[in-house]
C-alpha cells in the first residue's frame, strides 16, 4: 500500500532540503527519499552567493548560522610579480540584496540545519529511489527499504548519478573538463601574508592564477592541474611546495592541514521534466566548481520550483512547471555554464589591469553577474 503525500522528493543534499523546506513552509506536505543513512558529511561547497542567502534567511535558517561563518566583502585581485592590485566591494550591492556579500561556510555544515527545520519523519533515510510509475493523476514511486510513496509529482534532486532522471527517461548531456583542482588546506591566516586580502583572493602571474579562500577554520588554496599530470604527481610535496611558493613568495613552507585533487564534469539534463517528474540541483546540472555557483544554483532551482508548485497544487495551471521547467535550462546553458567555465585568461598577468580598468558601472554588472543575483529569480512565477 502507497504512502500518500503531496510531494515527494528524491535526495537529501542541499538542493533537495531546500526545497522540501520551502514546500514545507507553504502548507505543503513533503516527503523526502534518502538513500544514504545520514547526510553526506563531505567537504564540497564553501561559498554562499547573496541571493542564496536571501532564501536561507526567507526559511528561516541563515540567522543563527550566519556567526559560524565567514563574511567576505571585498574580492582582491593581485598580480604576483609586480604587487599590482584591485579590489572589489560587494557593497555596492546592497539595493538588490538583503545580503551584499558572500558567506563562506562548508555545506555539510549547513544542510543539517535545513534537515532541523523540517517535520519530524520528513526525511526518509535509507530508502533510495528504485522505481518509477507516472499516470495521469500521480507519481508512484519505490525506495529500496521496500515502501512505495504516492504524490502529485515527484522531484529529483539525487545529484549527479540522477537515477530519478533515468528513471524518468530523461537524457544528459555531458563531459569531463580537460582540468582538475588541487585543494591545499592551511591554517595560516594568509591577510597576514598577502596584502589586501580579506576573504577571497585572485593571484596571478605570467604563467597562471590560484584562488585564495577563507574558511571558518583553515583557508583553501585552489590550482587547476593541467590533464598530463597525475593526481599522485599533483599531491607530492615538491610540487605542493613549489605551487604554493610561486604565488605565496617566502611562503612554501607554511603548515598544510589537508589536500587533494578533484575533477570536474560539466553536464545538463536535456530536459527539467518528463511528466510529473521534474529535476533541481546536481541531477539537472553539473558544472566547473569556480566561481562557486552550482550548488547556489540548485537552490534557485528549489526555490523558484517550491514557489511554482505551490501555485499549481492551489489549483494553477500545469503549463506553470513547464514554462519554469524552460526557464531553468535556458538559465544553465546561457549563464551558469559560460560564466562558471569563463574564458581562459590569454595572458593571467593582465588580469588584475582587466578588473582594475572597469566603470564602476561595469563593476556592477561583474558583481551582479558573479553574485548571480541576475539569475537566482529566473522561472519564479510572476
Ligand atoms: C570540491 C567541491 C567544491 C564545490 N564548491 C562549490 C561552491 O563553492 N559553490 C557551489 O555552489 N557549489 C559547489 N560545489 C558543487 C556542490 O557541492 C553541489 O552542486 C551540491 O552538492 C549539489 O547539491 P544537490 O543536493 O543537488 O546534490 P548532492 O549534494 O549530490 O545530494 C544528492 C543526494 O541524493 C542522494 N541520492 C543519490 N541517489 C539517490 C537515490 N536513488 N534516491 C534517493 N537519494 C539519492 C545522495 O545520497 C545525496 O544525499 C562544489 C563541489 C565540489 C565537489
Known amino acids: 500500500m502507497a504512502e500518500e503525500t503531496d510531494i ?9 532540503l531546500a526545497l522540501a523546506l520551502a514546500l514545507t513552509r507553504r ?8 538513500k544514504r543513512e545520514a547526510l553526506s558529511a563531505a567537504s564540497r561547497a564553501s561559498t554562499f552567493h547573496p541571493p542564496t542567502l536571501d532564501a536561507l534567511a526567507e526559511l528561516g535558517v541563515l540567522a543563527p548560522l550566519l556567526p559560524g561563518g565567514v563574511r567576505v566583502d571585498r574580492i582582491l585581485w593581485r598580480q604576483v610579480e609586480t604587487g599590482a592590485a584591485t579590489t572589489l566591494d560587494l557593497g555596492m550591492l546592497a539595493a538588490e540584496t538583503g545580503h551584499p556579500f558572500r558567506w563562506h561556510r562548508e555545506q555539510q555544515d549547513v544542510t543539517p540545519a535545513l534537515l ?10 535509507r530508502a533510495g529511489v528504485t522505481g518509477l510509475a507516472q499516470d495521469e493523476a500521480g507519481v508512484t514511486l519505490h525506495a529500496a527499504d521496500g515502501s512505495t510513496h504516492r504524490a502529485r509529482y515527484a522531484v529529483g534532486c539525487d545529484g549527479a548519478s540522477g537515477t530519478l532522471r533515468g528513471l524518468a527517461g ?3 548531456e555531458g563531459s569531463d573538463y580537460a582540468h582538475r583542482v588541487l585543494r591545499i588546506l592551511t591554517p595560516r591566516d594568509l591577510r597576514k601574508v598577502v596584502p589586501g586580502l580579506d576573504g577571497l583572493g ?19 588554496l585552489i590550482f587547476r592541474i593541467p590533464p598530463e599530470m597525475t593526481e599522485a604527481e599533483a599531491m607530492e610535496p615538491a610540487h605542493v611546495r613549489g605551487r604554493i611558493g610561486r604565488f605565496l613568495p617566502g ?7 589537508g589536500q587533494d ?23 539537472a546540472h553539473l558544472t566547473n566548481t569556480r566561481g562557486g555557483m552550482n550548488m547556489n544554483a540548485g537552490i534557485h532551482d528549489a ?16 503549463r506553470l512547471l513547464q514554462d519554469w521547467a524552460a526557464a531553468r535550462l535556458r538559465v544553465v546553458r546561457d549563464a551558469l555554464l559560460p560564466r562558471s567555465e569563463g574564458r581562459v585568461a590569454a595572458d593571467p598577468a593582465a588580469e588584475v589591469a582587466r578588473m582594475a580598468a572597469l566603470t564602476p558601472d561595469q563593476a556592477l554588472v561583474w558583481a551582479r553577474e558573479a553574485s548571480m543575483l541576475d539569475m537566482a529569480r529566473v522561472g519564479a512565477p510572476g
Request: charged residues 15%; aromatic residues 6%.
Open 261 to 283: 585533487v578533484y575533477g570536474v564534469k560539466r553536464a545538463m539534463a536535456t530536459s527539467y521534466c518528463a511528466g510529473r517528474v521534474l529535476l533541481a540541483g546536481d541531477a
Open 116 to 125: 532541523a527545520a523540517l517535520p519530524p519523519g520528513c526525511v526518509r533515510f
Open 251 to 257: 611562503h612554501q613552507n607554511l603548515e598544510i592541514a
Open 27 to 34: 502548507g505543503v506536505a513533503v516527503r523526502v527519499l534518502e
Open 202 to 220: 585572485y593571484l596571478y602571474d605570467a604563467t597562471g592564477s590560484c584562488s585564495l579562500l577563507r574558511m571558518p577554520e583553515v583557508w583553501r
Open 303 to 318: 526555490m523558484t520550483l517550491a514557489a511554482t508548485l505551490g501555485k499549481v497544487l492551489e489549483g494553477g495551471p500545469d
Open 8 to 16: 515527494l522528493v528524491a535526495g537529501a543534499g542541499p538542493v533537495g
Open 170 to 172: 530523461i537524457g544528459v
